[in-house]
């Protein structure tokens, strides 16, 4: 796939994800996806495998936000296997707190599937809001 296609798949998975349906998304993911969150801190880490992304970080979502999990794409831009994305999401917190996040996503795409996806986000907005969710836990 080239750029275009790879950037429509995107924009597909994020019209998805607009409404809260994440379900082209996962069907996305490449058995072997490595989803980094990229820094220093201690949010800082890498998810190997498409398994490992739903079982530890995507389950983690769904226990934090109230349903849908919501994030809406402002720009996409595309070369070759890379798209990326900036994004916002617009969420709230399973007791009510509000959790908007901006994002910056960039995915490396082969064979229709994301093999990779370096995330850039709000680590303090993050380390508040789910701090307090496994403190509760």
């Not at 917190?93 to 996040?101: A, M, S, V, W």
Request: glycine share 8%; charged share 30%.
């Amino acid at each position: 796939m080239g750029a275009g296609e790879n950037r429509k798949l995107m924009e597909d998975v994020f019209g998805a994800l607009t409404e809260g349906n994440d379900a082209l998304f996962i069907e996305a993911m490449a058995d072997d996806m490595r989803w980094i969150w990229m820094g220093s801190g201690r949010w800082s880490r890498v998810f190997e495998g498409k398994q490992a992304i739903l079982n530890d970080l995507w389950s983690a979502v769904r226990a934090t936000l109230a349903p849908p999990y919501k994030v809406t794409a402002q720009r996409f831009i595309a070369e070759g296997d890379h798209v990326a994305i900036e994004a916002t999401g617009s969420n709230t917190t399973r007791d009510g707190r509000q959790y908007e996040n901006r994002y910056c996503w960039v995915c490396e795409l082969s064979g229709g599937k994301i093999h990779e996806l370096r995330e850039y986000m709000d680590t303090e907005l993050v380390t508040s809001i789910f701090k307090e969710e496994q403190q509760k836990n």
